[in-house]
Each structure stands twice: as structure tokens, then as C-alpha cells.
């Protein structure tokens, strides 16, 4: 949704770090030990900077943010210690597809909504009471209504990009979690995991490492799915959404289907709903 006439601010991940920073030092002032207590301007400046990155990651290892920022283990891992316990992030066991080897299950870290909301906007409330106002005197299909008058304009200058792409779907859908990139989305796009024994060609994923709308689509789904039919329509293949922020997931996931001409109706299992 573009983020001229989008709900929220798009511009959260950009401003991640300052963000992060104000919290500590709120912390600090509170006299806590979280972000904030007891640590130099700098120590702040780098967790920050850690959360940060956590959110344009999604899941993401000690080791795979300690690499990221230069960061010894022992740095790292008390950063995302001041994290956890400041409520920023929180550690989860990471997700396996297909047969996993053995040892220990990976421990990843990722952003909590208590987070989310120290960097996002702060019109959840009054976009959400909007809605309410619409759906009320309009029904849930008015609600719908509007959120595709939303993501039109998106799909509109979207369009125009992913027309100077490759004629391939695989480069069509680089130059989509591109043009999210660019909007605040910290979108990535890549081959969609090989499931069997066969690895067959499985598709393209799209993963969306910040919504901007999350706590407002948490309560209407018509935001994410009229986003999700855009998708289809830009893409010119169906798309299915696997994971979304807003139902508690840590990154919004798309899955593009290769397969000929069809549209995202005839694919989803619920029609054009997630």
C-alpha cells in the first residue's frame, strides 16, 4: 500500500535505530537495566541497531546477527539479552522444513508486538475506529472495498516496474520485494523451499519483514488480502499467503505457484481470502 495514502508509516524501519535508541534512553531515565540502564550512548547505538536489523531480517540467528554487525559472540549475545529482557524481542525455536538433521534445533530471535510498537505509528487506534465506523454502517465488503481502493495506487506504480523486469516470473517477483523494499516493506524474495524427495521446482516466496498496518489487519484481514490479490494480478500467477504479521507470524510469507496463466482465485484455498 503506498505510503502516501497507506494507514500507517512506512518509514519504521528506516528510523528502527533512533527509535531504538529513544526507548533506552527512556529505560535509562526510568533507572532500568533493560536497553537503556546503565550503558554508554554507543552500547545503545548498537542495539539499536541489532533490533533493527532483526526486523528487516525476520527470524535471524545470534550468529547470523553477530556477522551482520561485526559483533563477537559475547557482544552480541548481551545485546540481545538487554533486548529480551527491555521486551523487544524474544527467542524461538526456528521453524524445520522437511528432514532436519540431528542436533539442537536453531534458537532465533525475533521482534515482539511490544517492540513493534516502540517503532511503528501511532494511528493504529484511529484507523482502526475508522474501519469499525465502515463496517458497521457498510458491512465487511465496504471494508473490502476500501482496502482495494488502498492498494491500487500500489498496484498502479508496481505495474510499471515490473514491466522493465525479465519476462520471468523468478525476476517479476525480485522486482516486486524490490519496490516493497523501497516502500518500508523490508521485503525479500527468493525459490520457495523444495519439500520431498524429488526437489522439484516449488515456486517463489516472498517474505515481508515489516507491515506497517499489522494491529490494523490483525482485526481485518481485508487489508492483507487485498494486498495478497494484487500480488496475483502483478504477477500474472497465484499467489497464496503462508504467514502473515498480523495473525502473529514474524514476517508476512507469499507463495508464487510456476505454473501457467491463472488467476488467485482458483488457487487459494479459500477463494481470495488468506
Known amino acids: 500500500m503506498h505510503r502516501a495514502s497507506h494507514l500507517g508509516h512506512t518509514g519504521v524501519v528506516k528510523s528502527l ?10 529505560s535509562a531515565r526510568r533507572g532500568g537495566g533493560g536497553v537503556g540502564g546503565g550503558t554508554s550512548t554507543s552500547e545503545r547505538g548498537t542495539r539499536g541497531q541489532v533490533a533493527r536489523l532483526i526486523l528487516e531480517l525476520g527470524p535471524a540467528t545470534a550468529a547470523t546477527l553477530g556477522g551482520r554487525l561485526g559483533l563477537t559472540p559475547a557482544a552480541i549475545r548481551r545485546h ?18 522437511g528432514n532436519r538433521g ?11 508486538d511490544a517492540g513493534r510498537s516502540a517503532f511503528e505509528h501511532t494511528y493504529d ?3 482502526t475506529s475508522a474501519l469499525r465506523f465502515i463496517e458497521r454502517t457498510g ?13 491500487s495506487e500500489l498496484e498502479r506504480r508496481y505495474a510499471t516496474m515490473l514491466a522493465e523486469a525479465d519476462a520471468t516470473l523468478p525476476a517479476k517477483v525480485q522486482a516486486l520485494a524490490e519496490a516493497l523494499s523501497a516502500d518500508g516493506y523490508a521485503a525479500a524474495a527468493g525459490p520457495a523451499p523444495a519439500i520431498g524427495p524429488a526437489k522439484a521446482d516449488n515456486g517463489s516466496q516472498i517474505c515481508q519483514h515489516h507491515c506497517p498496518v499489522a494491529h490494523v489487519a490483525a482485526e481485518f484481514p481485508q487489508l492483507c488480502e487485498a494486498e495478497t490479490e494484487a500480488f496475483g494480478r502483478l504477477l500474472d500467477a497465484p499467489v497464496r499467503r503462508l504467514a502473515t504479521i498480523a495473525h502473529g507470524d514474524g ?12 488467476t488467485t482465485v482458483e488457487t487459494s484455498p479459500e477463494g481470495s481470502h488468506l
Not at 139 to 151: I, K, L, S, T, W
Request: net charge positive; glycine share 6%; charged share 20%.
Open 251 to 262: 514476517i508476512c510469507t507469499t507463495h508464487v505457484t510456476c505454473t501457467d496463466r491463472k
Open 139 to 151: 458491512g465487511p465488503e465496504a471494508v473490502a472495498e476500501f482496502a482495494r481502493q488502498q492498494v
Open 102 to 112: 540431528r542436533g539442537r534445533p536453531a534458537k532465533v530471535f525475533v521482534v515482539t
Open 80 to 97: 540481545l539479552e538487554n533486548l529480551i529482557a527491555d521486551g523487544m524481542i524474544e527467542m524461538r525455536t526456528a521453524r524445520s522444513y
Open 125 to 127: 487506534d484511529l484507523a
Open 17 to 26: 535505530g533512533v527509535a531504538a535508541t529513544t526507548a533506552a534512553t527512556t
